[in-house]
C-alpha cells in the first residue's frame, strides 16, 4: 500500500479558511485505505497546511517518518503507545533513539497511559511511560502524552521525570479543569480533539472556557474520533476545522484567532517551519 511518487505536487495555499496545523494523526493507518496524496490535498484545501503523524510502536514510527520523508509539510514522531508498553525494552529504546535522529522527527510519543482499554498492565504502562519520558529528555524533544482516565499517575510520572525544558503536549485533552491547569502549570499544552463537537463534552467545554488560546493545540487524531457531523466515520486532517470552528464558538472569538494561536503554538512548541512558504 506505499505509494512510492516523487513528491507531489502539494496546495500550499488554502482557499478560504485561515491556516491551521493538524498537531496528531496517524497517516500511516490512513493510508490504508486512502491515497494520502489525495488525503494532503483536500486537508490543505481546508487550511490544513501541515501535520504530524504519529509513531504508536517501532514499526509506525518508521512509517511516519517515511511519510514524512515522502510528503511536503509532513512531520513524525516516534514512540511506543501504552498499548504496546510491553514492547519497550532496552533494544527498542535504542531503536527508538536511532529513529529520533532523523531529520523528520519532530517530537516524542505517543507515551502514557491508558487505564480504560488496559491493554498492557498498568504497572507495565508505567514502566514504559518513564523510561521513555527519560529518554525523550534525553533527546530533547517534546513529549507528546496520551492520557485516558490516568491523570493522577501522569502527573506524578512528569514530576518525578521531569522538568522538560522542550515542553509537551497531553494530545485529546479528556482532564477536568484542575488538570487542565496542573498541566499547564508545569509546561504543556492541552490538544483539543474532533470530541469537543460532541455535546456530551462539557467537561472538556470549560477547560476551553477557562484556558487560554496560548496553551490550546488542535488534533484529528485521526482516523478515530471523527468531529460531528462526520461522528462515526472515519476521520481525516481536513475535518480539523470543525474543531477549530467549535473552540472559537466556545470561547466567542473568530475562527482566525483560533486558528493563528493554535497555529503559532504548533509551531513553536514542534519547531515547525512557518507553513506560507512557496512550494
Ligand atoms: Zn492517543
Ligand atoms: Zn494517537
Given at each position: 500500500m506505499k505509494h512510492i511518487n516523487t513528491t507531489p505536487p502539494h496546495p500550499?495555499?488554502?482557499?478560504n479558511n485561515p491556516q491551521l496545523i493538524d498537531?496528531?494523526?496517524h497517516l500511516d493507518m490512513i493510508a490504508a485505505h486512502a491515497d494520502v496524496n489525495t488525503v494532503l490535498s483536500e486537508a490543505a484545501q481546508q487550511g490544513v497546511t501541515q501535520v504530524i503523524t504519529i509513531g504508536i510502536d517501532v514499526q509506525s514510527s518508521q512509517q511516519a517518518i517515511l511519510l514524512a520523508h515522502r510528503y511536503q509539510d509532513v512531520y513524525a514522531t516516534v514512540g511506543v503507545h501504552p498499548h504496546n508498553?510491553?514492547?519497550?525494552?532496552p533494544a527498542v529504546l535504542r531503536k527508538l533513539a536511532q529513529l529520533a535522529g532523523d531529520s523528520t522527527v519532530v517530537g516524542f510519543g505517543e507515551i502514557g497511559l491508558d487505564y480504560?482499554?488496559?491493554?498492557?498492565?498498568q504497572k507495565i504502562q508505567r514502566r514504559a511511560f518513564t523510561e521513555q519520558l527519560h529518554l525523550a529528555k534525553e533527546l530533547n524533544l517534546p513529549i507528546i502524552i496520551h492520557d485516558r482516565e490516568a491523570h493522577a499517575d501522569i502527573y506524578r510520572l512528569l514530576e518525578e521525570a521531569g522538568p522538560f525544558p522542550q515542553g509537551g503536549v497531553i494530545h485529546c485533552f479528556s482532564g477536568d479543569l484542575a488538570f487542565a491547569e496542573q498541566m499547564v502549570a508545569m509546561g504543556f499544552a492541552l490538544s483539543i480533539p474532533g470530541v469537543v463537537t460532541f455535546s456530551s463534552a462539557r467537561s472538556l467545554h470549560e477547560v476551553i472556557r477557562h484556558i487560554d488560546l496560548t496553551h490550546l493545540l488542535v488534533e484529528t487524531d485521526s482516523p478515530y474520533l471523527a468531529p460531528v457531523p462526520f461522528r462515526g466515520k472515519r476521520n481525516e486532517p481536513k475535518f480539523l476545522i470543525y474543531t477549530a470552528q467549535k473552540i472559537a464558538e466556545i470561547k466567542e472569538v473568530s475562527l482566525a484567532a483560533v486558528a493563528q494561536a493554535t497555529t503559532a503554538n504548533a509551531i513553536r512548541l514542534f519547531h515547525l517551519p512557518h507553513a506560507d512558504h512557496d512550494s
Open positions: 500550499s495555499k488554502p482557499i498537531t496528531h494523526c508498553a510491553g514492547e519497550v525494552k480504560v482499554k488496559n491493554h498492557a498492565p
